[in-house]
Every structure is written in C-alpha cells, then in structure tokens.
C-alpha cells in the first residue's frame, strides 16, 4: 500500500480531500522505524509528533521504580501531540514493537500548519483538535473507572499527586 493510501485511511486524516492532503504531505516525513526504535522518551522535550501508518507502539511510563504498560498504538493513531503544541516534556515513552511506518510532524511543519490560513491547515487543526478531544474522553472514562472503584487515596496515587 503506498503511503497516500494509508494516509488517506488514518482516521485523522480521512476527511481531507486530495488537495489538503497534498497540501499537507511535504510538511510530513515518512519513515520506516525497526522493532525497538523509541519515538519518544520519558521527560524529554517534544519537538516532533507522529501518526502511526503501520505497526504498532507501545506507550509505557515510569513510576515507582516500575515500568508501566498503559497501552499499544496502531495504525491510523497519533501520538506525541500534546508536548509538540505546549512543548513541555514527555509524560511517556513510546518504543515500536514491530516494523513501523510513521509520518513524522516536525515543529516548524506543525507551526506552519497552525498559522496558515490555507484549508488543509484549517482541516489538520480540527482533526488535532478531535484528536485531542478523544484523547480526553478516554482519560475521563478511566478516571470515572477509577472513581468508581478506588478511594481518593487511591486515584491520588494512580494520577501521580
């Protein structure tokens, strides 16, 4: 499959018509990445993002001395957005499992994408902008979870406060 086709097919991008989608694929780098390769590192700074177009990566995070697996990441899947738009440092690291194929958005792609007024900007700000409200859905569903189930204590020590 080429990679406009597995662009076309990522739900972050399946609404864009071929001229935002050729407006935005020179801002993106497609790479393959092997088994082990880390995407992004526990407390480093963002300056990149990415969209899985095939393979998987999984997404562990540090705490008490331990390494926890919090989830696995496919294809169609954006990940290390959030440090790219407040560039704070990562809260987790994620390390490919298998062979990855990923587009890669740059800082400065990204900025260019935000402040520009063509329509494949506007687009790609609205699909971060689900992206992001999924995102925060999932973590409500997990903190209702956990409310649910868990003392305060509890979900005070799983949030890291």
Known sequence: MKDYDLLVASELL???SSDELAALAPLLEVANHPAGHVFAEEGDRGREAFLILSGEVVVTQRRDGNVDRLGT???GQLFGLVSLIDGGRRSATCTATSEVRAATIRQT???IMRNSGVPASRR???AVARQLAKDVRRLNDVLLTLSLEASEAEI???LGR
């Open 14 to 16: 399946r609404d864009f």
């Open 73 to 75: 990441l496919g294809p």
């Open 109 to 111: 792609a990204f900025d």
């Open 124 to 126: 790609f700000q609205l």
């Open 156 to 158: 005070r020590s799983a």
